[in-house]
Structure formats: C-alpha cells, structure tokens
C-alpha cells in the first residue's frame, strides 16, 4: 500500500474530511500544515515562538519555517504519513521534495480531488461558515487556480498524481482512494 501521501485539491473538495478517514483507517501520520503551525504555538517550542511572533505581526510564516515543521514532525517517524495543505506552490514542492530526499522518505502518491466550481462553491455555501459566501469562495478558488493548480502538472510529470473526482458520498470517495492506494 502506498502510504506516503499528498493531498491536493480546490478549498471544499474534501480535502480534510478524507483525509481524517484515511488516517484514522490507516493509521497514518496527518500533517496539516495549519494544525501543525498551532501545535507548535501551543507547545512553545522555539520554531512556535517564531510562528507566534509572525503571526501577531499578521505575516505569513515562511516556507523555511513549514519545511522545518514538517522535517521535525517526519525525522525519525517509520509509519506512513498524509500531507495536507502543503505545498502551495512549485518552489514549495521542490522544497518539500530536496526535503524528503534528505530523510529518505519520497511521496508515494499524490491524489487531487477534483470537483466543478459550481459543486465546490454549492458544497461551500452549504457548509455554513462565517467567511463563505459567494465571493470570497471564488476568490479562493481564483488563488487556488494561480498558486495551486501548477502543481498537477509538476506532480503528473513525476507520475505521481492520481485524479479522484470528489463527487458522491463522502464514503463512495473514500472507497476511490484506497483503490488507487493499493
């Protein structure tokens, strides 16, 4: 079974809610990078003291400082793991890639949930969150589609990436990906 896995797709594609049913079948390792910033804030460890200052000041927290994150969390950790919400961008995935070469421990799959905009902006509004109304979904949809979308066809270069469109059940989807996960 493929068990180093990524996680791509448009915010309402299901991301998160996959991704809790895999680890929790699987047993796996789950790096979202958002819990992951908290944990650490929380912890007050050094990088969480970083992150917290960053983030009073309203800055971003720099990929160095995500990639140091995720380091810590894999170094050493023998099981399989799912990566959520990172990389964003190409230079992010290289990153993440010169990372894991590092530690010996290589994507072995990455699956994009796909959807329509109008399932996704559908499923969004539906979800009933403060910050989702129609144009801030599509605006998170437009960065998505920037930033994001390139690294399909970075991830279909390497022969990595499996399609799985994000339609149905959330029980239907989740029998699509553990076929392609072997």
Not at 1 to 12: N, Q
Not at 63 to 68: C, F, G, K, W
Not at 73 to 80: D, Q, R
Request: negative net charge.
């Amino acid at each position: 079974m493929k068990e180093r896995i990524l996680f791509l797709g448009p915010p309402g594609a299901g991301k998160g809610t996959q991704a809790q049913n895999l680890v929790s079948k699987c047993g796996l390792l789950h790096l979202s990078t958002g819990d992951l910033l908290r944990a650490e804030i929380k912890a007050g460890t050094s990088l969480g003291q970083q992150i917290a200052a960053l983030m009073v000041k309203g800055e971003l927290v720099s990929d160095d400082l995500v990639l140091a994150i995720v380091k810590h969390n894999l170094e050493g950790h023998t099981g399989g793991w799912l990566l959520d919400g990172f990389p964003r961008t190409i230079n992010q995935a290289k990153a993440l890639d010169t990372l894991l070469a590092e530690i010996h421990q290589p994507i072995d799959i990455v699956i994009l949930l796909s959807l329509n905009d109008d399932l996704l902006i559908e499923r969004l509004l539906n979800r009933g969150r403060v910050d989702d109304h129609e144009t801030v979904i599509r605006h998170r949809l437009e960065i998505y589609y920037n930033q994001t979308a390139p690294l399909i066809n970075f991830y279909k270069s390497k022969n990595l990436l499996v399609s799985i469109e994000a339609k149905g059940t959330v029980d239907d989807i989740a029998m699509n990906i553990s076929k392609v996960l072997g």
